[in-house]
């Protein structure tokens, strides 16, 4: 059986076919992704899965979806969000489509009736693959926007919050991730030459411009657009991380800038260190799992910082694979539902 998992994000959109024999073993996995800003682009959504799926459009048996992108400002509510996904996905390769809820999958007209399910319930899915390395154990997605830091105990997840609000006020979500985020919501000032100085609160620059520049990603990495419409290139985040302080390459060294990133840098993994500890005291749970396009970087640090061991998803998965985990989680779950059903 081939299973195409979608994770229909804000920015992003995710793909991962897997293979799985007849007794539900993966047996193999393609993953692709592609940056598809849903709030410019959300009426090209089929063309965009069909793009994504190519050649194994003609082969798959089912198809699981999972969403962020519901909270996009193109739609007025998320219910509206999650319908008009939902209706864009709804068997459009004449298979059988299955939703990612909170309570495991939804069917299309199940998920029209109970859309609050479905809403941003992207990390079920990865706490489903995380469960597979640790029974016990808080799981950390750093994704390109955000990062779920999700508590598993015996094999389930046991988030407290269920959705994005309630999860950003349980220390579960933190809105924070490896390349779209504002660094105006980091810091409010950066050491400069022995002195603090102020940041604007413009999108002058983000996260990805502050990893690029400390190596932490390569440009093939920063998917997203760019603040300024420029290019990628170390010097180009380099002048984007300087207009932050109203500064330009001019009046700013490049040791300066590194030291400005790598400042940013660590306030924004101490922050989900906070947010990590804030779970791990409350579950009483001392072991993480890392995994997303920031599984190192951002997953792996904060882990450091609190003080708690840490092993990373690429002991089950690839790297690659790791990136989009949300998507093949959703496909295996999609496989079990089938299954299920077939009993």
């Given amino acids: 059986m081939k299973i195409a998992g979608f994770d229909i994000g804000g920015a992003n959109t995710d793909l991962a076919v897997v293979d799985f024999d007849t007794e539900g073993n993966i047996i193999g996995i393609r993953t692709d992704f592609k940056y598809f800003p849903m ?33 996009v400002d193109a739609y007025k509510t998320k219910k509206e969000g999650v319908k008009d996904i939902a209706g864009k996905s709804k068997e459009f390769l004449g298979v059988p489509v299955g939703f990612i809820g909170l309570r495991g999958l939804l069917d299309h007209d199940e998920t029209i009736d109970r859309p609050d399910e479905v809403a941003a319930a992207n990390w079920i899915a990865t706490a489903e693959i995380a469960s597979k390395i640790e029974d016990n154990c808080i799981m950390i997605d750093a994704g390109s926007t955000t990062t779920d830091i999700i508590p598993i105990i015996n094999g389930s997840e046991c988030a407290k919050g269920r959705s994005d609000l309630e999860r950003l006020k349980t220390g579960e979500l ?15 000032k950066v050491p400069l030459k022995g002195q603090w100085a102020r940041i604007s609160s413009e ?36 002048r984007r991380i300087s207009r932050v302080i109203c500064g330009d390459l001019d009046m700013l060294s490049k040791l300066e800038i590194e030291e ?26 001392d072991k993480v799992v890392t995994t997303g396009l920031g599984m190192d970087i951002i997953g792996k640090k904060s882990a450091e910082i609190a003080e708690i061991e840490s092993v990373g998803m690429d002991k089950l998965l690839t790297k690659e694979e790791c990136v989009v985990a949300p998507a093949i ?15």
């Fill in 203 to 238: 999108l002058f620059a983000t996260t990805a411009d502050v990893h690029l520049i400390l190596g932490n990603i390569k440009e093939e990495d920063y998917t997203c657009s760019t603040s300024d419409g420029a290019g990628k290139s170390k010097i180009e985040c380099m």
């Fill in 260 to 285: 400005i990133a790598e400042y940013i840098y660590q306030k924004q993994v101490q922050k989900i260190a906070e947010a990590l500890l804030d779970v791990s005291k409350r579950e009483g749970i």
């Fill in 174 to 188: 933190v809105y924070s991730g490896t390349l779209r985020t504002n660094i105006a919501t980091l810091v409010d």
């Fill in 329 to 343: 989680g959703t496909a295996i779950m999609m496989e079990q539902f089938l299954n299920d059903r077939s009993e």
């Fill in 39 to 71: 709030w410019l682009k959300k009426d090209e959504l089929e063309n965009a899965l069909l793009d994504l799926l190519g050649e194994d459009a003609e082969t798959i048996d089912a198809a699981g979806v999972c969403m962020t992108a519901e909270l």
